[in-house]
């Protein structure tokens, strides 16, 4: 499906405001980009650009974080037992794992507990707390979930338990009562809601380091250093959960990148080296799709606690064994993933006519990764799409991912009667049904999927966002160097589209084993578009003028340094 092409308004390459006039610090097409992106003032943009930022707050504006901190404190002091409560994915793991570490600095008696995927779900349960009672815990401190777990909150405390939720999921009609550091209430003063479950955990030590007298002289026993030390998991898990890169989270991940960098956790260095990453040199794409999805695959086949376990075990033995557990659960992960995604392309050939709405029942798809596999097939077909596997008993289990503009929280509500569990947001969801409603449902997602494309037939072609367009003589290694200074990138920072118009295509060469990668010259630049050879192939022979997007790089082959733009489309 071909994209359509959004260009900036007005199109054309950017000058330098007036404002701007003789000031180089930085470059008019760097400036201009952080514009488009909301970042107006000089200051801000050099904060933005910064190596070195400054932009944080004061863990106390948050509601309720000085009384969860004094609880926690409290509990130590007393010697009470404290249970950290997580979740199977990345952002959970590094929550558990930073807790457990900051912990252990106050010595407190603590523990961690994380639920199966399989067995038990998302979030709080009443079986995990009457185990986690009985296992002796005094203080129930959730990272990552448990806003909306009234019902098990309530279950704790009749237990005798004391409860701190801190989470960043969005609130509910029903919340948990109990100290509950969220800054997505209505009433937290926090500037920056858009915190992970490991960047509220962060925020939580760096309270307990201003709290805590409990060390020789009065001074706290977690220090600048401890807490400088546990940001490589912060950055892992802001990364890892999507949120923006902006803001406080921009700040938390350069910084925590330079930590992963020093290589000083040792079990993440074992993950680095069984990855065949670059000690010393891991950006934020290697810390996306090489070290989130290891951290994942523990939770998606088997249990979060390898993650949990490379991360804070202190014998090398441990760390090297759960690395390579690890990179034996991200292979095989890939391998279910491939499978499941041919299985559904083979489901989708032989329907009558491709669906507005893509409602797949795959049986044999493991459920760990059907959530992947529904993302790879609502890009590849550029339409919502759930994946339902059963789940014994007669039920099914539903994951889903939608497009931009599709509201899939909104359409799924309309048949939220079907549903005996059903939770999620615009982009992805989640619910378990009888099996006999699977028609049903069916036809409610395609009707209102099918009103919607009506009404907004936009909604349903892919696009591609152009931020400028430049000549190829503007592509300079200058150029490509300040670009690089807007990483990282990621959600709300998304790598910069470049567009190259009415260029002139030369020296054509096909690569790959299966010629499926192109090398091509336009005007002289080089570019190079992979895995596209088959729909561009053609277009690019012909010599006519293209229009080429993309994003420029530096190829560096035995010390030599050569300007690559790299292509994502064209046309």
Sequence with gaps: MKNKWIFPEPAGAFPPSPAEAGKEDIHPVVGALLRQRGI?????????????????????LMKDMK?????????????????????????????????????????????????????????????AIQSIHERGADLLLTVDCGSVSFE??????????????????????????????????????????ALCGCGLAFKLAQALSRLDTGGAGGTSRIGKADLNR??????????????????????????????????????????VWEADLRPGEINAENIAYVIVPHLNAAGRLASAETGVLLLTAKE?????????LLVEYNRERR??????????????????????????????????????????I????????????????????????????????????KASDLFIRFGGHEGACGFLMK???????????????????????????????IDAVLKPSDITFDLIRDLEKMAPFGHSNPKPVLCLQNVAPSHVEYMGDRKQHLRFQADGLECVFFGNAESAGFLLERGEPVDVAGYPGINRWKGRETIQFIVSDVR
């Design 40 to 60: 107006l003032s000089r200051e801000e943009q050099r904060e933005f650009l910064s190596e070195k930022p400054r932009l944080t707050y004061d863990s106390f």
């Design 435 to 465: 099996e006999e409603h699977f028609s049903e449902l069916q036809s409610i997602l395609t009707e209102e999927t099918e009103k919607l494309k009506e009404q907004n037939p936009e909604y349903f072609l892919p696009k591609l966002k």
């Design 152 to 193: 098990e909150v309530e279950y704790a405390k009749r237990l005798g338990m004391d409860v701190i939720v801190t989470d960043h999921h969005n609130m509910g009609e029903t919340v948990s009562d109990c100290l509950l550091v969220n800054p997505k209430q209505t009433d937290c003063p926090y500037p920056d809601s």
């Design 230 to 271: 546990v940001l490589d998991l912060a950055a892992i898990a802001t990364i890892g959960d999507i949120v923006p890169l902006r803001g406080e989270n921009r700040t938390i991940v350069k910084y925590g990148m330079k930590v992963l960098n020093r290589g000083s956790r040792a079990g993440l260095k074992c993950l």
């Design 335 to 376: 391998r279910l993933q491939e499978e499941a995604f041919q299985n559904v392309e083979q489901l989708i050939t032989e329907l009558p006519q491709l669906p507005s709405f893509l409602l797949l029942h795959v049986p044999d798809a493991h459920e760990g990764i059907t959530g992947i596999v529904a993302g790879k």
């Design 316 to 324: 090398e033995e441990a760390q090297k064994e759960a690395a390579a």
């Design 67 to 127: 009384a969860a901190a004094e609880m926690i404190l409290k509990a130590a002091a007393e010697n009470r037992v404290i249970c950290i409560y997580g979740d199977y994915d990345a952002d959970g793991i590094c929550s558990v794992s930073l807790m457990e570490e900051i912990l252990a600095l106050l010595n407190a008696r603590a523990f961690h507990y994380i639920p199966s995927r399989f067995k038990e779900g998302y979030g709080l349960n009443k079986e």
């Design 378 to 413: 609502k890009d590849a077909y550029y339409r919502p799409a759930v994946i339902v596997t059963p789940c014994g008993d007669g039920f099914l289990k539903g994951t889903g991912r939608s497009i931009p503009g599709v509201n899939l929280y909104e359409i799924l509500s």
